[in-house]
């Protein structure tokens, strides 16, 4: 059996017909996801005022930009399990910028990302756009960070946050990072807060490197953006929704990481 983890990657060059693909694909999904947005600051111009933190209308549109832009791809979405209703979060492995696409198709969430995120070019505006929480990696900010979720949670937003700090080649799931977890275990949060592991995989085009849709390592945005775009033919996500558990059933942020990063593992293929 092939070691694909070891096995370099290469591109599938991209011939005359991808590029037609790539001009009409991508054409439709700039219009899907910059409609939308114009639409949602606009309507975030009346929701803010009214409704504060909580925003009852504008993930929805989000939502549905996410839905579209897999039609797009003509790329399914598989999905297993319910989206949690307790107050919590969601932590699911990092395979691809493709899951902020999926997880948003599967639910209406909020994702919390590392503070670097929002200076990248269009993506930063994007994310603070839709509402996601950044943290700065200083242990110095802990209590801030706990102030600041506390408020999104008490708001109504569903968390999500990619424990493993980066994305991978989506055959993998790295050492879950125990430290944001830590902000759950606050006195006022503890007895109420619940969290669902999420698993994302990614099952590639028929054919091709399994790794196909992982983003990791010095791979550039755009590059990876026109291979998927090129593809005649897509493969499928697949987003397992795993049962909540009650943040208070375990002893400290460490036993919960290590619970969490077990569960989500062993929902993808051993031999991938």
């Known amino acids: 059996m092939t070691d694909w983890k070891a096995k370099p990657f290469h591109r599938p060059r991209i011939g005359p017909a991808g590029w037609l693909r790539v001009a009409w694909r991508g054409g439709a999904l700039g219009a899907v996801t910059y ?8 309507l975030r111009l009346i929701e803010r005022p009214l409704f504060g933190l909580r925003r009852p209308w504008t993930p929805h549109i ?4 996410c839905r579209a832009a897999f039609v797009i791809l003509r ?7 319910e989206p949690m209703t307790d107050t919590g979060a969601m932590v699911a492995n990092h395979a691809s910028w493709l899951d902020i696409f999926a997880l948003n198709a599967c639910t209406t969430v909020y994702f919390v990302a590392k ?5 990248w070019a269009g993506i930063g505006w994007l994310a603070r756009a839709t509402g996601t929480l950044f943290i700065a990696r200083k242990g110095s900010a802990a209590r801030l960070h706990q102030t600041m979720l506390e408020q999104r949670l008490h708001a109504g937003h569903r968390l999500v946050f990619f424990p493993e700090g980066t994305s991978t080649d989506s055959l993998r799931v790295l050492p879950f990072k125990s430290t944001l977890f830590a902000a759950f275990f606050a006195e006022r949060l503890e007895r109420q807060m619940h969290i669902q592991p999420v698993t994302l995989r990614y099952i590639a085009p028929e054919g091709l490197d399994p ?5 990791w390592g010095d791979m ?8 998927i775009l090129a593809a005649p033919r897509q493969g499928a996500v697949e987003v397992t929704f795993h049962p909540p558990v009650p943040v208070d059933a375990f002893e400290g942020r460490k036993p919960l990481a290590n619970y969490c990063e077990s569960v989500i593992a062993a929902t993808l293929p ?3």
Request: proline share 5%; charged share 20%.
């Open 35 to 42: 409609g939308g947005l114009a639409l949602l600051l606009i």
């Open 62 to 65: 989000t939502q549905s930009v």
């Open 75 to 81: 790329m399914p979405i598989r999905r297993a399990g």
């Open 115 to 119: 503070s670097e995120v929002e200076g």
């Open 211 to 215: 790794r196909f849709y992982g983003w």
């Open 220 to 227: 550039d945005f755009g590059g990876h953006l026109l291979m």
């Open 270 to 272: 051993p031999n991938r």
